[in-house]
């Protein structure tokens, strides 16, 4: 069973999320545990607070050591060889998440993953107890929340037993190949005097393949040609899309 856990001063927003779709299948099969923690059941004083004023002054608040530290720690264990787990902050400053990077996390170990919001968090979080720092994408969300489900789930339909047909992920954008995934067609044949392509209809599954290997890779380079290689004819598999986070 692969493990996640949530540190967020917001569990409510992952409620819906967790019941939902694939993410909650992969739970009641019993193939993913996923869990959301209050950060605030770690704060000592009376208030819950989990915020302060920046030293050197500026807009806003930064979370504090106290009780992010303690909480990451408690939920992952210390910082070092012996932490079982990774601790993921997800952050503008991160790494970019791709394909690659997903197919990466659902080999292994178990994540907690932590969610900041205000202006961050205190520099001494990210020495004392963080392993990475991952980006969904170059913008600024006010947390971490959503490109926490972000990584959930592009995490959890990688698992096996998770997707009805494990061999659609061979097929889809950023899956080797062709970068971006062409064109997809059902019923009805035609549909507003919109035809169906007469290729995909022909049973020849040589030629289909043929085909939407060549629109896939046109569409790549129409729409993301940074992604294709500088012959044009492979793309580059470790280069993703993305999204972001705060």
């Given at each position: 069973m692969f493990k996640i856990d949530i540190l967020t001063i917001f569990p409510p927003l992952f409620s819906t999320f967790l019941e939902t779709a694939f993410v909650a299948s992969a739970r009641k099969q019993g193939v993913a545990e996923v869990e959301a923690y209050d950060l605030r059941e770690w704060a000592e004083d009376r208030h819950r607070s989990v915020d302060d004023s920046p030293y050197g002054g500026g807009p806003g608040m930064v979370m504090t050591p106290e009780p992010l530290v303690p909480a990451i720690e408690a939920l992952a264990g210390p910082k070092g060889p012996e932490r079982i787990?990774?601790?993921i902050y997800l952050s503008p400053q991160g790494t970019p998440l791709n394909q690659a990077k997903l197919m990466d996390l659902a080999q292994g170990p178990p994540l907690l993953l932590v969610c900041g919001r205000y202006e961050g968090i205190d520099q001494r979080v990210l020495d004392l107890a963080v392993d990475e720092e991952i980006s969904i994408g170059d913008y600024v969300l006010s947390?971490?929340?959503v490109p926490a489900m972000v990584l959930i789930e592009g995490?959890?339909?990688l698992l096996p037993g998770v997707l009805g047909n494990p061999a659609s992920i061979q097929t889809e954008s950023f899956q080797g190949g062709a970068v971006?995934?062409?064109p997809q067609y059902t019923r009805p044949p035609i549909y507003r005097a919109l035809s169906v392509p007469e290729i995909l209809r022909s049973g020849d599954h040589a030629a289909i393949e043929a085909w939407r290997q060549k629109i896939a890779q046109t569409r790549t380079l129409e729409r993301r040609p940074e992604l294709m290689?500088?012959?044009g004819a492979k793309a580059v598999g470790d280069t993703g899309s993305s999204e972001q986070n705060n």
């Open positions: 787990g990774r601790v947390g971490g929340e995490i959890v339909r971006l995934e062409g290689d500088p012959a």
